[in-house]
């Protein structure tokens, strides 16, 4: 990538192998993953293919999710996510913004923190008009992630290959 976004205590930047073993370890968490997919935990080796993915993505497209670090410490905490939910086909075109902590950090903002950077960055440095995020509807603290941003309810649908419930959220530039 070669991209690095600062904020005031985190820093965004490249997926590197180092990574692996903290991000498998947040997907290994069932509280981190509750709302999240299928709602299972990630093996090691699908938290693997995940990171190579997301490296891809940066490399064919140019921009996709950021790691997020302490920037004190530079200890992995979790994701910044830029994306293209293709699993909803509804909405497209369009661009998610995501955000995932892991467990023992929640409640101290950094994943809105993370994700106003990101943000900042859909609109100002790729010129979108528009981001969304689909959130699972009981999954409040995302919910009040997407508020602080200034993100307001789109529309409430279902994820047609999971049958799982969706509020999609938005926000314009
Ligand atoms: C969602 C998540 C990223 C939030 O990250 P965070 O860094 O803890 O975010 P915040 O510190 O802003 O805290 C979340 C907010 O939700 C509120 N909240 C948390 N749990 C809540 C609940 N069960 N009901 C209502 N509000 C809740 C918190 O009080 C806080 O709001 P406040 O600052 O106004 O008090 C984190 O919980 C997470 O990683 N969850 C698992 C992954 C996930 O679900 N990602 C989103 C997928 S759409």
């Not at 080796?45 to 190579?52: D, F, G, K, S």
């Not at 609109?123 to 981001?131: A, I, N, P, S, Y």
């Not at 992630?145 to 938005?170: D, F, H, I, N, Q």
Request: with cysteine; hydrophobic share 45%.
């Amino acid at each position: 990538m070669r991209l690095r976004l600062a904020t005031e205590r985190l820093v965004l930047r490249d997926w590197t192998e180092d990574d692996v073993e903290p991000f498998a370890a947040m997907n290994a968490d069932p509280d981190v993953m509750r709302y999240i997919g299928d709602g299972l935990p990630r093996t090691v080796r699908q938290t693997r293919e995940a990171v190579e993915l997301m490296m891809r993505r940066w490399d064919e497209q140019g921009w996709g999710t950021f790691a997020v670090e302490l920037a004190e410490t530079r200890e992995f905490v979790g994701f910044a996510a830029l994306a293209v939910p293709a699993f909803l086909p509804e909405i497209l075109p369009a661009v998610e913004v995501g955000w995932r902590i892991e467990r023992r950090r929640w409640g101290q903002g950094l994943a809105p923190e993370a994700a106003r950077a990101v943000m900042g960055f859909a609109f100002d440095e790729l010129g979108l008009d528009r981001v969304v995020s689909c959130i699972h509807p009981q999954n409040a603290a995302s919910i009040r992630v997407a508020e602080k941003l200034g993100m307001t309810l789109e529309r409430e649908t279902v994820v047609p290959v999971r049958e799982v419930p969706c509020s999609v959220y938005e926000r314009r530039a």
